[in-house]
């Protein structure tokens, strides 16, 4: 994929869904959040993320001190810092990450899918779920990271115990072999678009079978 794109793409939309919001009103999606606070906080993201890619630490602390009004302005100005920031480095570049992987292409897929889940969240403030779209190899690569990278690591880090059974998924608009979350009995199924999957996941939608909605109760995903 071309991430690079994807990721100016998906940072314009996350401005435009911030921009056409109530920075006040809270988000169903994050609770305890307002729009502001989730702006606020994809824009420090980006911004760590650039420290992390220039300087190879974890250690940057980026806060946005301006005044309310000027919010949506500064999160587009750290989005296009980050855009620059990936674009300039090759994707084999030194960076620190939290993956296995301490390269700079790290950070292009992962920001895109942070960026993609946020902008479902800023646009379910006002209401507008339905505005959201997503390329179907999109979302399945952010399923596969869920569930092959994320899944994994709140285990190993000790913040879940492993699923006491299994979720398989099955997306039903791309050609790709099915994923499974856990191992062991009971097995759940899930299938359907990787956009409702992937929103699944992220806790974002509401799981109807029983048995995968209590497996997908525990937090899979930070």
Same mark, same amino acid.
């Given at each position: 994929m071309d991430w690079i794109a994807l990721l100016a793409d998906r940072t314009s939309r996350f401005a435009d869904a911030a921009a056409a919001g109530d920075l006040e009103a809270s988000v169903p999606t994050c609770p305890d959040w307002t729009l502001a606070d989730l702006v606020t906080h994809l824009g420090e993201v980006h911004l760590w993320v650039v420290h992390a890619v220039v300087h190879g630490t974890s #250690? @940057?602390?980026a806060t946005f001190t301006g005044e309310p #009004? @000027?919010?949506v302005a500064w999160y587009r100005d750290a989005a296009r810092q980050l855009v620059d920031v990936l674009s300039a480095h090759d994707a084999d570049a030194p960076a620190w990450t939290f993956g296995p992987d301490q390269v700079a292409g790290f950070w292009r897929r992962r920001q895109v899918h942070e960026t993609v889940v946020h902008e479902y969240d800023a646009l379910a403030t006002a209401g507008r779920e339905s505005a959201w779209s997503i390329d179907p190899a999109l979302a399945w690569d952010g399923v596969d990271e869920a569930?092959?990278?994320?899944?994994?690591?709140?285990?190993r880090l000790e913040r879940i115990a492993p699923l006491q059974g299994t979720?398989?998924?099955?997306?039903t608009d791309v050609d790709a072999a099915p994923l499974a979350i856990g191992e062991g009995d009971p097995v759940a199924q899930l299938t359907g678009p990787s956009s409702d999957l992937l929103l699944a996941l992220w806790k974002r939608a509401r799981v109807e079978d029983p048995v995968a909605a209590g497996l997908l109760r525990t937090a899979i995903t930070p």
């Open positions: #250690d @940057g602390d #009004d @000027g919010l569930a092959t990278f994320f899944y994994p690591r709140q285990v979720v398989r998924l099955f997306p």
